[in-house]
């Protein structure tokens, strides 16, 4: 089965394809193939990781546990390659640099990929004498229910904890 590689993929393969061809024409033929090995060993991961976070994201992973046992898995297979690498002679400064190559891919495509400017002017502004203030709770993040504003004088500008330590005492009730 054949998959598109997404966006962040695509790019790291071309930062890694360009910084192993200038390994080779700067640095020696060692330095360059561990860098090719780091590289691929990243690339490998972030697909793995890529996809994984689709799943999970999209409702294919049920919770927290099979999501920390791929992370798990992924993490040593990715250290397996390390070591074999290593154990094969890989050139350690170069191998680093093949499985750094994911961050300035990371960053690029972010950049690429960010949401659009939004002038601040344009944007709708509540007036501060209005009154959704009084039903806006700050601790919530929501407006409150009007069951929830009815309730023993509470404060929505106080945290639940400080509600709860004012609807224990009745005669701190407003």
């Excluded at 054949?2 to 390994?23: C, D, K, M, W, Y």
């Excluded at 390390?82 to 170069?94: D, K, N, Q, R």
């Amino acid at each position: 089965m054949l998959q598109r590689l997404a966006s962040i993929e695509r790019l790291n393969l071309t930062i890694s394809a360009g910084a192993v061809a200038a390994s080779f024409a700067l640095a020696t033929p060692h330095f360059a193939a561990s860098l090719a090995a780091g590289a691929a060993l990243e690339a490998v991961n972030l697909g793995a990781m890529h996809r994984a976070s689709r799943r999970l994201f999209g409702g294919e992973i049920q919770g927290a546990g099979p999501w920390i046992g791929v992370f798990g898995l992924r993490f040593g297979l990715l250290a397996a390659g390390i070591v074999l690498a290593m154990g094969a002679g890989a050139h350690p400064v170069g191998l680093v640099v093949g499985l750094s190559v994911v961050v300035p891919a990371a960053i690029v495509d972010a950049w690429l990929n960010r949401p659009a400017y939004v002038d601040p002017d344009t944007l709708p502004v509540t007036a501060a004498d209005d009154p959704i203030w009084d039903r806006w709770s700050v601790w919530r993040v929501r407006e409150l229910e009007p069951e929830e504003l009815e309730t023993d004088g509470l404060d929505c500008w106080k945290s639940p904890a400080e509600n709860d330590e004012q609807s224990a005492d009745p005669s701190e009730n407003r």
